[in-house]
Antibody, heavy 121, light 112 residues
Framework: QVQLVESGGGVVQPGRSLRLSCAGS????????IYWVRQAPGKGLEWVAV????????DYADSVKGRFTISRDNSKNTVYLQMNSLRAEDTALYYC??????????????WGQGTLVTVSS | QSALTQPRSVSGSPGQSVTISCTGT?????????VSWYQQHPGKAPKLIIY???KRPSGVPDRFSGSKSVNRASLTISGLQAEDEADYYC????????????FGGGTKLTVL
């Protein structure tokens, strides 16, 4: 089955760290930008970070800049999101999504099922 | 950069058409033909239904169509069906400076 599979979520105290992973299953990620998008409980979608196909370009939402780091290992067909200094407002379901496909601009044609991050003392 | 503006909710009866608007600025929706739309059913991941303003991925019914005028994009769903009831999100590229992309706040479609 062609899909993205996220892992690494959990319950963590404020100020601690977590690393999320996004692996392609039956789907190569090496030619595409990969995005992390989060959705707080009952809320809408929020873009978090993006990494280019070769890892040379990265960008972050202002809300996570300086705390989160996106990286990728194309040999493992996996993208990571290192989240440090976590805050209560980072509590959300974190999706990874593949950018591109047939689109000329950023459009997310494959999404994972999401991994839940809960920041609470 | 603020989120794109969508109506909180819209509704329609089976067979009818509904249009969901998505208002941005000259820095995002108005600057690029890179608007996409996503359908999200409860407890599920979003699904791409429109990209590059007007294009449909393979497998998406032609009842779904997209358009754009200046800073406003629109998603029209014709011949409403019960399974169309879901949340819909627009998204636009916002340039090479942060943010890379910006989402709308989402619209809840109710099929009466």
């Amino acid at each position: 089955q062609v899909q993205l599979v996220e892992s690494g979520g959990g319950v963590v105290q404020p100020g601690r760290s977590l690393r999320l992973s996004c692996a392609g299953s039956g789907l190569s990620l090496s030619n595409n930008a990969i995005y992390w998008v989060r959705q707080a409980p009952g809320k809408g979608l929020e873009w978090v970070a993006v990494i280019s196909y070769d890892g040379s370009n990265k960008d972050y939402a202002d809300s996570v800049k300086g705390r989160f780091t996106i990286s990728r290992d194309n040999s493992k067909n996996t993208v990571y999101l290192q989240m440090n200094s976590l805050r209560a407002e980072d509590t959300a379901l974190y999706y990874c999504a593949r950018g591109g496909g047939a689109a000329a601009g950023p459009a997310f044609d494959y999404w994972g099922q999401g991994t839940l991050v809960t920041v609470s003392s | 950069q603020s989120a794109l503006t969508q109506p909180r909710s819209v509704s329609g009866s089976p067979g009818q058409s509904v249009t969901i608007s998505c208002t941005g600025t000259s820095s995002d929706v108005g600057a690029f033909n890179y608007v996409s739309w996503y359908q999200q059913h409860p407890g599920k991941a979003p699904k791409l239904i429109i990209y590059d303003v007007t294009k449909r991925p393979s497998g998406v019914p032609d009842r779904f169509s997209g358009s754009k005028s200046v800073n406003r994009a629109s998603l029209t769903i014709s011949g409403l069906q019960a399974e169309d009831e879901a949340d819909y999100y627009c998204c636009s590229y916002a340039g090479s400076y942060t943010p890379d992309v910006v989402f709308g706040g989402g619209t809840k479609l109710t099929v009466l």
